[in-house]
């Protein structure tokens, strides 16, 4: 079973420039999550989907930070602009439907803000 | 808020010791709790989870053990190897239905296993 991808990987920009994340989550896993990890910390949730509908983004900074899952099975992760402290690790999970199951994490994407 | 936390931020032990890394949480409404490892440039590994109705529960060389009393979570690492190595995280969750990702984090422990 292929596992969530993102991209890209790495990802360097100047502050005020925006940015994008893709996920791709495991297929058939209606829930998707994006969270935020600031080295040395655990990870932070961001906003969560499930299909095409957002069910959590109380932690999302929604100024600057947008997220979108038109389809219900890919997602994109936009900043703009961004800000030196935005320099993280974004993680993407999913998860399926029903069940206790827990969430499958992709490498995530590592961005500086320089 | 609340939150989850760890006792001890780094942990060096001896290839094949027993190593135990503990976790603090503070929401006595979390039912439901993870253990994730997570390598250098990867995303969180599952390890093991545990429900609240649960004291312990047992995987391959790893055991999680909840003491609700005090609201405290164990990992513990049998005959730890080398490839172990790597931070730990546990993690809580309180939402449960469909939505057993939506996780509130520890800061994590650094496990270095030495030859």
């Known amino acids: 079973e292929a596992g969530v991808a993102q991209s890209p990987r790495y990802k360097i920009i100047e502050k005020r420039q925006s940015v994008a994340f893709w996920c791709n989550p495991i297929s058939g896993h209606a829930t998707l999550y994006w969270y935020q990890q600031i080295l040395g910390q655990g990870p932070k949730l961001l906003i969560q989907?499930?299909?095409?509908?957002?069910?959590?983004d109380s932690q999302l900074p929604k100024d600057r930070f947008s997220a979108e899952r038109l389809k219900g099975v890919d997602s994109t992760l936009k900043i703009q602009p961004a800000k030196l402290e935005d320099s993280a690790v974004y993680l993407c999970?999913?998860?399926?439907?029903?069940?206790?199951?827990?969430?499958?994490f992709g490498q995530g994407t590592r961005l500086t803000v320089v | 808020g609340e939150s989850v936390g760890l006792h001890l931020p780094t942990l060096s032990v001896q290839e094949g010791d027993n190593s135990i890394i503990n976790c603090a949480y503070s929401n006595s409404a979390s039912d439901y709790f993870i253990w994730y490892k997570q390598e250098s440039g990867k995303g969180p590994q599952f390890i093991i989870d545990?429900?609240?109705?649960?004291d312990k529960r047992q995987g391959q060389r790893v055991t999680v053990l909840l003491n609700k009393t005090v609201k405290h979570l164990s990992l513990q690492i049998a005959a730890t190897q080398p490839g172990d190595s790597a931070v730990y995280f546990c993690a809580e969750n309180i939402a449960g239905g469909t939505s057993y990702g939506k996780l509130t984090f520890g800061q994590g422990t650094i496990l270095t296993v030495h030859p």
């Open positions: 999970a999913s998860s399926p439907p029903l069940g206790v199951t827990e969430a499958f």
């Open positions: 989907f499930q299909n095409n509908g957002v069910v959590d």
């Open positions: 545990i429900r609240s109705n649960m």
